[in-house]
């Protein structure tokens, strides 16, 4: 089973109900997929002994001149215009590409030709039981999906796996979420936790995946976001209070599971739950 946990804006506390719900089921066989590569921080948490890094290309087009003839066919495939064809000239934008081989199908003298650019890099570790596995994407690079799908592929079928999934709605979301059997969306009650929550619940509505809520800080806002989920029949999963202790622990980059028992029976209690919902025994 793959549990994606997600919100729809940063700071919702995402990364700590991932981080802390791998460790809470160390007794399984348990993966973490850390799939915010654009800045990466499960690890600072998990603290993991990292055992493996490997590099992360995407194939992007190269236009042979002595072929091109100039017939502009890949420039109007093109939908995120990484091609420019000029009278004499062909120019590619690889920063632009988006690898969708458009271009390499339609040009009729065969001179797209292939050519790679590295994204960044994925890299393997483990924490005691649990498999970790993250991406860094390439400073100055704006294409995170190619190396999300890859930290994707590292999915073991026969683990739970729980992927970190980065914050908001966009492209990078969609690329970490498409494929989960269950996504946990992590929200505040304030106003913008709920208009961001009601963004990312439309985005998981689209991808068809079963989803339900958890509300970090529930005991410092109003109930607009219980009163949404009631609505929208949508599970409220877990509320979690504020706490001084944990967000001491929190800011020390202590896994709270470790340093606090009723974290741990929460978080059992949240999978429980998820589970139960999945209707898996």
């Not at 215009?81 to 120019?91: D, H, R, T």
């Not at 999915?155 to 908001?168: F, N, Q, T, W, Y």
Request: net charge negative; charged share 20%; hydrophobic share 40%.
């Amino acid at each position: 089973m793959i549990v994606s946990v997600a919100s729809g804006k940063g700071g919702t506390g995402k990364t700590t109900i991932a981080v802390n719900l791998a460790m809470a089921l160390s007794g399984e066989n348990i993966q973490l997929l850390d799939c915010d590569v654009e800045e990466p921080n499960a690890h600072l948490f998990l603290n993991p002994s990292m055992h493996g890094e490997h590099t992360v290309s995407m194939e992007v087009p190269r236009i042979d001149e002595e072929k091109c003839t100039h017939c502009g066919k890949c420039q109007e495939i093109c939908q995120f215009n990484a091609i420019g064809i000029l009278p004499n000239v062909a120019l590619t934008f690889q920063e632009l590409c988006h690898g969708c081989g458009g271009c390499f199908m339609v040009c009729p003298e065969e001179a797209v030709m292939s050519g790679l650019r590295t994204i960044g890099t994925v890299e393997e570790g483990r924490k005691g039981p649990v498999d970790f596995v993250h991406g860094r994407l390439r400073v100055g690079e704006a294409m995170a999906p190619p190396l999300i799908k890859k930290v994707r592929q590292y999915a073991v079928p026969e683990k739970l796996s729980i992927v970190d999934a980065p914050p908001g709605t966009s492209c990078p979301v969609i690329a970490a979420l498409r494929g989960s059997d269950y996504v946990i969306l992590v929200t505040e009650p304030t106003p913008f936790g709920l208009n961001d929550l009601k963004l990312a619940v439309g985005a998981v509505r689209t991808l068809r995946i079963p989803m339900g809520i958890v509300i970090n800080r529930c005991d410092v806002g109003d109930r607009k976001v219980q009163e949404y989920a009631s609505r929208e029949n949508i599970p409220v999963l877990l509320e979690v209070p504020f706490d001084r202790h944990v967000a001491e622990s929190y800011a020390r980059g202590e896994v709270l599971v470790d340093g606090f028992p009723r974290w741990k029976e929460m978080m059992l209690q949240l999978f429980r739950e998820i589970r139960s919902r999945m209707h898996v025994p």
